[in-house]
């Protein structure tokens, strides 16, 4: 019971974390709280399983979502948000229409009807202890993956280095000789196409609609507060951490209580460190 | 190297430079001062492409680089040392060392101009992992020294290089500049509040008043107070005061 719940918050803790991730750039880089992430995951979702419909090939349909969810950064950061740089509450708001408007897009694509969608891989190792559905398995080494990228890219290379530069003083970094836009409208960009990842892995749950994304929304920013508004690391442990927590008190209390454990244990953190677990440590900001 | 003639600068309904023109080589040490508001660091900031100018010309080696962007400065050879210093704070010295050569391609280079720096400089060689938002603020002046100097300029632009720091350590980094200009041969057009140290490290001096330049020459000229106080007060006050 132990081993399997903790293994099953693993499972959905690595797509709280990619969000959580996707948040935190986009706030470190623009102080925009992007509400709509919640609909970049179900646009990613929806991509890969229209792609995989079409073609029949996973693979084809996780390349398609992650080319399109690239797009629709650039898009939103170009035509919506470059608009709210200088007032991060109006791109807020404006996040917030967004929600609607991805929302209206995938009714008029898809319907409203929830979809049933196989999972990729099929079948499970039963371990005796407990049980491994291999879709997990592939999930969290997705996201282990994409996660470890993120950081390598931040902490050595030149470009992450500039990424962090622009997050820590903008008009600094443009002194530098770099190109803070660039690098802003990257950030959309890296954070939209971590949501789609995230879209990937809400495939195996078995079935999307064009509401998929709300829970996640919700989470997501819990995972981000918890780890430290801005802080890529702490929203990556925070994610785990709090997948394996809901889980685990899903399993031995009830699971009708989810989004209680969720937010019961965002407030408690808040109330312990208002700044998040991972303010204050040195080097822990993007 | 570096001149602007009749420079306007409007932020909205503030008009902050009212044709300012001046000239600034690579051969000497120029030292802005003047009273706050005057448009010293807008006259920075404009040079270093954070601002547009509205009107007049501003130009670097003789070509025209109004409204040009920070990037196409640097590449120019100007690079600016901000006011406050602006260290990336949440960044080791090395990184923010790196980031002041984000210009440069030569991998190589930047590294071996990073070690030699830090044997300069010793007490920031000892530190180069740490975060540069806990050294002390005159390591912390020298590092923003050392990242403006990483993109290799010809000439460097300091705004209030002297701020907040201990006397000992103003005149520490006075003699560094003088050594950049010296023997770097790199020009120098800084601001300063520090009217004293400022007329100890110029060759020349350039007072600003309500957004243009009132007064430029030797510093030797500007060592009667009454002179002084005159371009900051724009008055000359009885002799009793000038004495006092």
Same mark, same amino acid.
């Given at each position: 019971?132990?081993?399997?719940?903790?293994?099953?918050?693993?499972?959905?803790?690595?797509?709280?974390?990619?969000?959580?991730?996707?948040?935190?750039?986009?706030?470190?880089?623009?102080?925009?709280?992007?509400?709509?992430?919640?609909?970049?995951?179900?646009?990613?979702?929806?991509?890969?399983?229209?792609?995989?419909?079409?073609?029949?090939?996973?693979?084809?349909?996780?390349?398609?979502?992650?080319?399109?969810?690239?797009?629709?950064?650039?898009?939103?950061?170009?035509?919506?948000?470059?608009?709210?740089?200088?007032?991060?509450?109006?791109?807020?708001?404006?996040?917030?229409?967004?929600?609607?408007?991805?929302?209206?897009?995938?009714?008029?694509?898809?319907?409203?009807?929830?979809?049933?969608?196989?999972?990729?891989?099929?079948?499970?190792?039963?371990?005796?202890?407990?049980?491994?559905?291999?879709?997990?398995?592939?999930?969290?080494?997705?996201?282990?993956?994409?996660?470890?990228?993120?950081?390598?890219?931040?902490?050595?290379?030149?470009?992450?280095?500039?990424?962090?530069?622009?997050?820590?003083?903008?008009?600094?970094?443009?002194?530098?000789?770099?190109?803070?836009?660039?690098?802003?409208?990257?950030?959309?960009?890296?954070?939209?196409?971590?949501?789609?990842?995230?879209?990937?892995?809400?495939?195996?749950?078995?079935?999307?609609?064009?509401?998929?994304?709300?829970?996640?929304?919700?989470?997501?920013?819990?995972?981000?507060?918890?780890?430290?508004?801005?802080?890529?690391?702490?929203?990556?442990?925070?994610?785990?951490?709090?997948?394996?927590?809901?889980?685990?008190?899903?399993?031995?209390?009830?699971?009708?209580?989810?989004?209680?454990?969720?937010?019961?244990?965002?407030?408690?953190?808040?109330?312990?460190?208002?700044?998040?677990?991972?303010?204050?440590?040195?080097?822990?900001?993007? | 190297?570096?001149?602007?003639?009749?420079?306007?600068?409007?932020?909205?309904?503030?008009?902050?430079?009212?044709?300012?023109?001046?000239?600034?080589?690579?051969?000497?040490?120029?030292?802005?001062?003047?009273?706050?508001?005057?448009?010293?660091?807008?006259?920075?900031?404009?040079?270093?492409?954070?601002?547009?100018?509205?009107?007049?010309? $501003?130009?670097?080696?003789?070509?025209?680089?109004?409204?040009?962007?920070?990037?196409?400065?640097?590449?120019?050879?100007?690079?600016?040392?901000?006011?406050?210093?602006?260290?990336?704070?949440?960044?080791?010295?090395?990184?923010?060392?790196? $980031?002041?050569?984000?210009?440069?391609?030569?991998?190589?280079?930047?590294?071996?101009?990073?070690?030699?720096?830090?044997?300069?400089?010793?007490?920031?060689?000892?530190?180069?992992?740490?975060?540069?938002?806990?050294?002390?603020?005159?390591?912390?002046?020298?590092?923003?020294?050392?990242?403006?100097?990483?993109?290799?300029?010809?000439?460097?632009?300091?705004?209030?290089?002297?701020?907040?720091?201990?006397?000992?350590?103003?005149?520490?980094?006075?003699?560094?500049?003088?050594?950049?200009?010296?023997?770097?041969?790199?020009?120098? $057009?800084?601001?300063?509040?520090?009217?004293?140290?400022? =007329?100890?490290?110029?060759?020349?001096?350039?007072?600003?008043?309500?957004?243009?330049?009132?007064?430029?020459?030797? @510093?030797?000229?500007?060592?009667? @107070?009454? =002179?002084?106080?005159?371009?900051?007060?724009?008055?000359? @006050?009885?002799?009793?005061?000038?004495?006092?």
């Amino acid at each position: 019971m132990l081993l399997q719940q903790a293994y099953n918050g693993l499972a959905i803790g690595s797509i709280y974390a990619l969000i959580a991730v996707g948040i935190t750039l986009v706030y470190g880089l623009s102080r925009i709280i992007h509400f709509a992430v919640g609909e970049l995951v179900m646009f990613g979702a929806f991509t890969t399983w229209e792609v995989q419909r079409l073609t029949g090939s996973y693979t084809l349909g996780f390349a398609a979502a992650a080319i399109v969810m690239a797009v629709v950064g650039i898009l939103t950061e170009r035509f919506v948000f470059r608009f709210t740089l200088k007032t991060p509450l109006t791109g807020f708001i404006v996040s917030l229409g967004l929600i609607l408007v991805f929302q209206g897009l995938a009714v008029v694509f898809w319907t409203a009807n929830t979809q049933y969608v196989l999972p990729p891989l099929q079948g499970a190792w039963d371990l005796g202890a407990f049980i491994v559905i291999k879709q997990t398995v592939l999930n969290i080494a997705i996201a282990v993956a994409v996660l470890g990228l993120c950081y390598v890219v931040l902490m050595h290379t030149k470009y992450g280095k500039a990424l962090r530069a622009v997050s820590d003083d903008q008009g600094a970094a443009a002194l530098m000789g770099i190109p803070v836009r660039r690098v802003i409208t990257s950030a959309f960009v890296a954070g939209s196409v971590l949501c789609g990842v995230a879209g990937w892995l809400v495939l195996s749950a078995g079935s999307i609609s064009p509401h998929v994304g709300d829970s996640y929304l919700l989470r997501g920013f819990a995972v981000a507060l918890i780890g430290g508004l801005g802080s890529v690391s702490g929203a990556a442990i925070a994610g785990i951490g709090l997948g394996v927590a809901e889980s685990l008190a899903a399993g031995y209390v009830s699971s009708g209580w989810n989004d209680a454990y969720v937010f019961g244990l965002m407030i408690a953190i808040l109330l312990w460190r208002p700044t998040g677990l991972a303010k204050g440590s040195e080097g822990a900001h993007i | 190297m570096l001149e602007t003639s009749e420079l306007h600068v409007r932020f909205g309904h503030v008009h902050a430079l009212r044709g300012a023109t001046l000239k600034a080589g690579l051969d000497e040490i120029v030292v802005l001062i003047g009273p706050n508001g005057a448009g010293k660091s807008t006259v920075l900031n404009t040079i270093a492409g954070l601002n547009a100018p509205s009107e007049g010309i $501003l130009s670097i080696d003789g070509r025209d680089f109004g409204g040009k962007s920070p990037r196409q400065v640097v590449d120019a050879g100007v690079t600016l040392v901000p006011q406050g210093r602006r260290l990336f704070t949440s960044m080791s010295v090395r990184e923010n060392l790196e $980031l002041g050569a984000f210009t440069r391609s030569d991998t190589a280079g930047i590294g071996r101009d990073i070690a030699e720096w830090a044997k300069f400089f010793p007490e920031v060689g000892e530190r180069m992992g740490i975060n540069a938002g806990a050294l002390s603020g005159g390591q912390q002046q020298i590092v923003a020294i050392i990242r403006g100097l990483m993109s290799k300029p010809k000439m460097l632009m300091m705004d209030e290089p002297s701020i907040g720091l201990a006397p000992v350590v103003v005149k520490r980094i006075g003699e560094e500049i003088r050594r950049l200009n010296r023997q770097a041969g790199i020009g120098i $057009l800084m601001v300063e509040q520090n009217v004293e140290f400022a =007329l100890g490290v110029a060759d020349r001096v350039i007072i600003m008043a309500m957004g243009r330049v009132v007064f430029s020459g030797a @510093p030797a000229t500007l060592r009667d @107070p009454a =002179l002084l106080s005159h371009y900051f007060f724009g008055e000359t @006050p009885r002799r009793k005061a000038a004495n006092g």
